[in-house]
Every structure is written in structure tokens, then in C-alpha cells.
């Protein structure tokens, strides 16, 4: 049977149905997801139960790339990361004050990988263990927030580029980040394992041309991003703010409330997300593949260094 979709939210994202996840899947399904991709920004699928499965659904939409941390992995596979939060256990997750809620896992609006010149294609999710409160995970679309932009706004901000450069402290990412979100992590041992993440600053444009669907994209990633090149601080923080808080206006996101063996796949060249984290109490655990990719835009912001 042809697969078929449903609309996940009037913004985004599209429900897919018909898909037998245990097995292999024709060039002709493969052509109708990716279409349907291209269409949502964020696909939906039940029902996955397996690694398998999870394996073969990505490699559906293109060719996988390595985690980024591999002491993450899982059964010393170079492409499944676990993502989990135990109380018992916390490990690396965030623990932060937000909104006056504390939350473990809690994660700003953000495209992957916007501290590096190359950006994955993609990334696709699977919860084996959903939360039992809280445990959402927001989406909102860049080619929507640039069409939601005055025309006089866009004339102004289109050619410019951003400075991104790696801050894994939430609370010190200012543009559409809380103001009063406080890190509950501030022991050493935390710090110092934060402090062992080094990436060069990076540039990458603030508005694109996304390369499948020719439509523009506002590509701005409100974690890491620092400043407007080549334009004064005070200029650049203004401009900053009022784009960052424009894209992350929540009335046009899409928040998913996980079941277990739900899958998300979402295109990290037009989509922003954030996790909602759970309480301090509450245990949560996904796994997720990333999609190869480069849109090709992306350089260091030191010209000595390649990509």
C-alpha cells in the first residue's frame, strides 16, 4: 500500500502512515518520504521497535554520519547515541531553572551543529522510554519565520552572516534564550567537563536558499550565535535579539508529545528545535542517527583555517 500523511499542526510536520518499519522499503517509498520531507520539514512515524528498524528508516533518507560523541554510543555502534536521562545517574545532562521549573535535559532552540562549518542534513529520533511528564520536543520552521519577516526586514539582513562559537552554558546564550534560567550544574567536576569542548568560532549566512526546496530560510541558531560580523556590538545585538525572538515565537511551534517507539525525523537545514526537558525526578531515554549533510556555506571564521 502507498504510504499517506496527516498534518501534525497547522505550522509543521506531517504524520506518516503505511510504512512497515521491519522491512525494507522500494526506491519508489524512499522517493515518496523524501518528497513528503521536503513538503513537512519534520516527519512523524509509530511503531518503531527496534534498532534495525530505527537503522533502516534512516539510511531511508540519506547516508549516516559518525556521533559526534562516541561516548554516547550504543553497542559500539558509530552511528546509534543515546540520549537518556536517569535521576539515579544524571551524567552529562543539563540541569537547569526554567521559568522558575527545574529541569534535567532542558535544551534552548537551536539547529545542530551551528559551531562547525559543515551542518548535518538531518537527525532522526527514537524514544524507547518517554517521559511521564513533560519530555517535549519543540520544532519551529526557518522558511516560515523568514516569510512571517517585513519585506523590509529581510532586504536588510539578507547577505549577512553570523558568528557561532561552541557555549554549552545555557545561561550564557542571550538571544532567544530565558532570561531567568539559572544552571543548577555549578560544581566543579560539571564545569571542567563543559570547559573540554574547544571548537574555532565559525560563520555561517543568516538567511539561506534551502538547496530541495528553493524557498528562503531565516538560518539562525539562537544557541552559540554571538554577533552580526563585521557589524558594531550594539547594532548586532539589537538585530540579534529582535530576529531571535521573532523565530522563536512558540504560538508557531510544534511541540511533540513522545510515545513510545515514536521516530521524528527533522531537516536541520530549515528547522530549529529545543527539548523541554523533565523533571528532576523523572527518567527519560531516545536514541538518535544523524543524517550526512552539507549545505555549504559554512567557513571558520579565522581564513588560516579549512574545512
Known amino acids: 500500500m502507498p504510504i499517506t500523511t496527516t498534518q501534525l499542526s497547522p505550522q509543521i510536520g506531517l504524520e506518516v502512515h503505511g510504512l512497515d518499519l521491519e522491512r525494507e522499503f522500494d526506491e519508489e517509498t524512499r522517493r515518496a518520504l523524501q518528497d513528503a520531507w521536503s513538503r513537512g520539514g519534520v516527519l512523524l512515524f509509530r511503531g518503531c521497535r527496534s534498532?534495525?528498524?530505527?537503522?533502516?528508516?534512516?539510511?531511508?533518507?540519506?547516508?549516516?554520519?559518525?556521533?559526534?560523541?562516541?561516548?554516547?554510543?550504543?553497542?559500539?555502534?558509530?552511528?546509534?547515541?543515546?540520549?537518556?536521562?536517569?535521576?539515579?545517574?544524571?551524567?552529562?545532562?543539563?540541569?537547569?531553572?526554567?521559568?522558575?521549573?527545574?529541569?534535567?535535559?532542558?535544551?534552548?532552540?537551536?539547529?545542530?551543529?551551528?559551531?562547525?562549518?559543515?551542518?548535518?542534513?538531518?537527525?532522526?529520533?527514537?524514544?524507547?522510554?518517554?517521559?511521564?511528564?513533560?519530555?517535549?520536543?519543540?520544532?519551529?520552521?526557518?522558511?516560515?519565520?523568514?516569510?512571517?519577516?517585513?519585506?523590509?526586514?529581510?532586504?536588510?539582513?539578507?547577505?549577512?552572516?553570523?558568528?557561532?562559537?561552541?557555549?554549552?552554558?545555557?545561561?550564557?546564550?542571550?538571544?532567544?534564550?530565558?532570561?531567568?534560567l539559572v544552571n543548577l550544574k555549578t560544581d566543579p567536576e560539571s564545569i571542567a567537563a563543559l570547559a573540554k569542548y574547544d571548537f574555532p568560532p565559525v560563520v555561517h549566512p543568516l538567511v539561506i536558499t534551502h538547496p530541495d526546496t528553493g524557498r528562503?530560510?531565516?538560518?539562525?541558531?539562537?544557541?552559540?550565535?554571538?554577533?552580526?560580523?563585521?557589524?558594531?556590538?550594539?547594532?548586532?545585538?539589537?538585530?540579534?535579539?529582535?530576529?531571535?525572538?521573532?523565530?522563536?515565537?512558540?504560538?508557531?511551534?510544534?511541540?511533540?508529545?513522545w510515545n513510545k517507539d515514536d521516530v521524528l525525523v527533522w531537516d536541520n537545514w530549515r528547522m530549529i528545535h529545543s527539548a523541554a526537558g523533565v523533571p528532576l525526578d523523572v527518567r527519560r531515554r531516545a536514541q538518535r542517527t544523524t543524517l550526512l549533510g552539507d549545505y555549504g556555506h559554512g567557513r571558520y571564521l579565522d581564513p588560516a583555517l579549512t574545512r
Open 51 to 180: 534498532a534495525d528498524a530505527h537503522l533502516r528508516l534512516s539510511r531511508g533518507f540519506g547516508e549516516l554520519e559518525s556521533s559526534a560523541t562516541p561516548d554516547l554510543n550504543i553497542d559500539n555502534s558509530p552511528y546509534l547515541m543515546e540520549l537518556k536521562y536517569d535521576p539515579g545517574r544524571a551524567g552529562a545532562a543539563t540541569m537547569m531553572r526554567v521559568n522558575g521549573v527545574e529541569r534535567a535535559g532542558w535544551l534552548g532552540w537551536h539547529w545542530d551543529q551551528s559551531f562547525v562549518p559543515a551542518i548535518v542534513r538531518g537527525a532522526v529520533l527514537r524514544m524507547i522510554e518517554p517521559a511521564t511528564i513533560a519530555g517535549e520536543t519543540g520544532f519551529i520552521d526557518g522558511i516560515a519565520a523568514w516569510e512571517r519577516l517585513p519585506a523590509q526586514l529581510q532586504e536588510r539582513i539578507d547577505g549577512l552572516e553570523v558568528v557561532y562559537h561552541f557555549t554549552p552554558q545555557m545561561e550564557k546564550n542571550p538571544f532567544g534564550f530565558p532570561a531567568d
Open 216 to 257: 528562503k530560510v531565516l538560518k539562525l541558531s539562537p544557541l552559540h550565535a554571538k554577533r552580526v560580523l563585521g557589524m558594531d556590538g550594539a547594532q548586532s545585538d539589537a538585530l540579534l535579539h529582535e530576529l531571535a525572538d521573532h523565530l522563536v515565537d512558540e504560538r508557531y511551534a510544534y511541540f511533540h508529545t
